[in-house]
């Protein structure tokens, strides 16, 4: 069954201090990997695709990466405008579907 | 372009009633979804559609139906509304290809009472 974990669900840091967030992930063939961002009473919004193990790709003070087995939404010296929720969903090279993890819940104070 | 656009933006009903949630994206996307989220959980598929004219169902199709009568629009059919439909809903739309990125919708709430 394809299925999608995020982890922490939330997590609090201070103006500058870098982290990650996890996206662990089982399909039966990844077609690709998405991340979002999803601001309170918003849709979510395109972050990044990773198609392959080994695949990185950055955007401002994100990078994200991609394993086998997981991907890692890494944050550089994030600012409170970087606070949010971050989804992350696979797309299986079976179907059409995507799955969606629950999300981390992202707070970071000045 | 609008995007994808939803409407209503929120929605009481009473048990019992039934609604359209509408969808349209102007992108010319073939793909189209519609999503349910709830606190703490993540979003769940309940139909998608490739294309005019073909739908299918996703993880959580119970109590829904929709149609597909033009590219752009992708309406959302909720029969005799229960409390469990209580939700906020994503209509979403991607085009097939080497990017099949999903663009998502400002959401509907709807809440039945």
């Known amino acids: 069954e394809d299925q999608v974990t995020q982890s922490p669900e939330a997590l609090r840091l201070q103006e500058g201090e870098s982290s990650s967030l996890n996206c662990s992930y089982t399909v039966s063939g990844l077609r690709g990997l998405f991340w979002y961002r999803q601001d309170p009473g918003k849709g979510p919004e395109f972050l990044f695709t990773l198609y392959s193990a080994g695949e990185e790709k950055e955007k401002e003070r994100l990078k994200a990466t991609l394993t086998k087995k997981e991907s890692f939404l890494h944050i550089t010296a994030p600012k409170p405008e970087d606070s949010a929720t971050y989804l992350c969903?696979?797309?299986?090279?079976?179907?059409?579907?995507?799955?969606f993890g629950t999300g981390t819940s992202l707070t970071v104070i000045p | 372009n609008a995007g994808v656009t939803q409407t209503p933006k929120f929605r009481i009903l009473k048990i019992g009633q039934s609604m359209t949630l509408q969808c349209a994206q102007d992108m010319n996307h073939n793909y189209m979804y519609w999503y349910r989220q709830d606190p703490g959980m993540g979003l769940k598929l309940i139909y998608y559609s490739v294309g005019a004219g073909i739908t299918d169902k996703g993880e959580v199709p119970n109590g829904y139906n929709v149609s597909r009568s033009t590219t752009e629009d992708f309406p959302l059919r909720l029969e005799l509304a229960a409390p469990s439909q209580t939700s906020v809903y994503f209509c979403a739309s991607s085009r097939p290809g080497g990017e099949e990125t999903q663009y998502f919708g400002p959401g509907t709430r709807l809440l039945v009472l």
């Open positions: 969903a696979v797309q299986a090279n079976t179907g059409n579907q995507f799955y």
